[in-house]
């Protein structure tokens, strides 16, 4: 059985390599991987095409440069793929690069079914594109319990929840006993956590230590700790080596996987790490800056009640978001000075949080195994052009 598989951002790159594993785990070493990957895939057994590394790329205004070389691998990738007649392609996130090239596979070979893993964000932005989808994606595999639903709520093709990797890791987010001591008792860690990209963390830095800074004169004293990954950890340390209390910087998994177990609160960037806080307890507050015209465009285009990850996987939002000129060092900290005492700021998030093992499944889905089944009884069935969808629909 041959797989192709497209990922071209390093999150995507880790559902990969899982998902590899998981396919030979049921199918042995007669399943074949060709595609695009980076460094955990390639280790899982595929021979990429390309480095993904030089399509990394951050805000709108970045795109014009890169332009020809994205466009020029998108048709490599696409040819790639029609060479190898794969029983089935997975494409993985990444959807302005992805969709681009399943829509030219579907176009010059309607009979290799296309997988997407990872819904793109239809329940947030452009809907329209979940009905569009079905002219090229045979099945959704979704990471966020509400997805099946919204894709049929919008007409998209069919969507399984499979389970977010997170909850597969909760072991690494929660606290045992001592560790929940630690997190009860002085001096108060405080996670700072202004994002995973070089862009996020030079508009948020600044804004970040005033609020460090005006909680430190209240909390006292106060263990700061910065989680970051080794390719931005120069940038963090040089953007903190001024700052009056100088901050931890957890650089190994290990490190800051413990960061979490034992912090009392979170100053955060808007994103995945909202949930990853939210399973392992932590209160927090986040923020988010872009660029005027990305913030204008944004405005636009968003229609969800909140930015937080957090809060559309609860359904409510509990957890503070300051975006663009409300993320401010006074509002910062005036949000997150009340999560520091046991009382109800605190309290209102950490009962919701308390709904997440529910929501997620968490401790019984196993989200690379269910993706990997789902993808492998699409190969099997095969497609049929004309026929519609190929796979099963679960929702």
């Keep these: 059985m041959k ?15 899982a998902l590899m594993n998981a396919l030979r785990a049921r199918h042995g070493d007669g399943v074949v991987f060709r595609g695009v990957g980076g460094f955990e895939m390639a280790a899982a057994g595929l021979p990429s095409l390309f480095r993904i590394d030089d399509l990394a790329i951050v805000g709108f205004a970045a795109i014009p440069s890169r332009l020809p070389l994205i466009l020029s691998r998108i048709r490599q ?43 793109p964000s239809v329940w947030a932005w452009r809907p329209g594109r979940a009905r569009a989808m079905r002219r090229y994606i045979d099945h ?3 990471l966020l319990p509400f997805e099946p639903e919204v894709h049929r709520r919008l007409g998209g093709p069919p969507c399984t929840y499979v389970g977010h990797p997170l909850v597969e890791q909760v072991d690494e987010l929660r606290p045992d006993a001592t560790e929940a001591a630690r997190r009860a008792s002085a001096p108060p860690i405080l996670l700072v956590l202004p994002g995973s990209r070089k862009g996020e963390i030079k508009r ?42 100088r901050p931890r910087i957890a650089v190994k998994r290990e490190e800051r996987r413990a960061a979490f177990r034992t912090a009392r609160a979170a100053l955060a960037k808007s994103g995945t790490v909202t ?37 559309l996987v609860l359904g409510e939002n509990v957890v503070p978001e300051f975006i663009q000129q409300d993320c401010t060092p006074d509002k910062l ?22 709904k997440l093992d529910a929501i997620m499944q968490i401790g019984k889905a196993e989200p690379a195994d269910h993706a990997a089944e789902i993808v492998l009884e699409t190969a099997r069935r095969g497609r049929t052009p004309g026929t519609g969808v190929a796979g099963r629909v679960t929702n």
């Design 204 to 245: 948020l830095i600044e804004p970040f230590e005033r609020t460090v800074e005006r909680i430190a004169k209240t909390v006292w004293p106060l263990d700061i700790v910065i989680p970051t990954t080794s390719h931005l950890a120069d940038t963090v340390l040089r953007a903190t080596a001024h700052w009056p209390l």
């Design 3 to 17: 797989v192709f598989l497209v990922a071209t951002e390093e999150s995507g790159d880790r559902l990969g390599a």
């Design 333 to 354: 900290s005036a949000a997150l000075l009340p999560l520091f005492a046991d009382g109800p700021a605190r309290s209102r998030q950490l009962d919701a949080f308390r």
């Design 77 to 119: 990738t696409a040819r790639a793929a029609l060479a190898e007649r794969p029983d089935v392609m997975v494409i993985i996130d990444s959807p302005d690069f992805t969709h681009r090239v399943a829509r030219r596979v579907r176009r010059a070979n309607p009979s290799i079914p296309i997988v997407d893993y990872v819904s």
């Design 275 to 311: 949930l990853e806080l939210a399973i392992a307890g932590v209160p927090m507050v986040t923020a988010y800056k872009v660029s005027r015209l990305e913030a204008a465009i944004a405005r636009r285009l968003i229609r969800v009640p909140s930015a937080i990850l957090a809060n």
């Design 140 to 142: 959704v595999l979704g």
